[in-house]
């Protein structure tokens, strides 16, 4: 960034955010003006992929070896040094705590020794504030969050006001696409294969359920599909990538119906509070699927509600978001103290009801 533009922004926050609670190692310059002075992300997916999924210890370490050099890389590609910061802002939870400790205790040991103010950030208010960040999207607006660890329709309604409308009582919907991907024989993380794979199938040739849809309510279900896919495979001797491609395209479809349905009801419930006109905005690594996207947009558009979906770099976990949410709430004077513990599980809504069925995810 030349010179002339960081000075013009002096008055602005800025803020390093750090995002260490998955398989990401990632660390981001943003400002108060919403402008991305450096986003960088160290994938760790090839230390887990052998596995077929993350792998908390692997993860844990894999943070502690590469943070460092990723902060020294954003500070590097923004041209600015540690005595430019503002803040600091690292997801605090929720996510795996052995990466998330590592994070947190990175975030501040930089506060503590420039005195600059900590934030804690809920990784789940980093993706529904990103929309923000990407398009200045107005309080309130109709959230759909889908990732591995995650799926819920949250009604925005202004900085740490979040009412769950929904989430999954089984699978995360990041987590179906995994799995059914390993069932298919695809490698990990499962959700781009999949859909990579559906763009030569035919969806109309395996009947597979559509959960929930019809059922009152907000809430999804993930792990009938996946049965319903295992059954499929199963009775198919020898699968051709034609066969793959076929299932591939019909659970994207079921996936898609499912996702409709759910967010048509939570629309409804959200526009009885709030009145139409607002947005539904998607975001979580899932919304980075184009399919999903598509239906998604036209279901907007049929409720009279525009349709916001972060870029792809910016739906996968990332640290921009984390820094936003710090800008957003170092801007409403908020900050953590440096004594604040991270956690392993952190509602964004701790009063909504529970979905009725067993793991309900936080
Ligand atoms: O938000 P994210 O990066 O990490 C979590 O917080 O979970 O989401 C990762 C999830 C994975 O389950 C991955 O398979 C899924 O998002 N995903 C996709 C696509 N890209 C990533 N699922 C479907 N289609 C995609 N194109
Ligand atoms: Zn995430």
């Known amino acids: 960034m030349a010179l002339e533009e960081q000075t013009a922004l002096s008055g602005t926050p800025i803020v390093l955010g750090i995002e260490t609670s998955c398989d990401e190692t990632a660390a981001a310059i943003v400002d108060g003006a919403g402008v991305v002075h450096a986003n960088v992300v160290f994938s760790q997916i090839e230390d887990h992929a052998p596995f077929g999924g993350v792998v908390p ?69 980093a993706h529904a504030l ?77 009947d597979l359920p559509r959960p929930m849809v019809g059922k009152p309510g907000c809430d999804f279900s993930f792990s009938g599909l996946k049965t319903a896919v295992r059954q499929k495979v199963e009775a198919l001797d020898a699968p051709t990538e034609q066969d793959i491609a076929d299932i591939a395209a019909a659970f994207q479809e079921a996936v898609a119906g499912s996702l409709v349905n759910r967010c048509r009801n939570a629309i409804r419930a959200f526009s009885e509070e709030h009145g139409t006109g607002h947005a539904l905005v998607v975001a979580g690594g899932v919304a980075a699927n184009q399919r999903l996207r598509l239906a998604l947009s036209e279901l907007a558009e049929k409720s009279g509600m525009s349709f916001t979906a972060p870029p792809i770099a910016l739906c996968t976990d990332n640290a921009a978001m984390v820094a936003w949410a710090g800008v957003e709430r170092l801007q409403a004077g908020e900050s953590d103290p440096l004594s604040f513990a991270p956690r392993p599980r952190w509602p964004l809504d701790p009063g909504a009801p529970k979905a009725i069925g067993a793991g309900v995810k936080a």
């Open 130 to 206: 990103t929309a923000r960040l990407t398009d200045k999207v107005a309080f309130p607006y109709l959230l759909l969050l889908v990732s591995g660890g995650h799926c819920q329709l949250i009604a925005v309604e202004g900085l740490g006001r979040y009412r769950r409308l929904g989430t999954t009582i089984d699978d995360a919907v990041g987590e179906a696409f995994d799995k059914t991907a390993k069932l298919l024989g695809m490698g990990y993380p499962g959700g781009p294969a999949l859909e990579k794979a559906a763009t030569t199938g035919h969806p109309e040739r395996f």
């Open 57 to 125: 210890e692997i993860a844990a370490r894999a943070h502690l070896d590469h943070l460092q050099p990723v902060i020294a890389h954003a500070l590097d590609e923004a041209s600015l040094g540690f005595n430019d910061l503002d803040a600091v802002a690292a997801t605090g939870g929720p996510g795996l705590i052995g990466g998330v400790l590592v994070g947190t205790m990175t975030a501040k040991a930089i506060a503590m020794a420039r005195g600059i103010p900590y934030l804690a950030v809920n990784h789940l208010e």
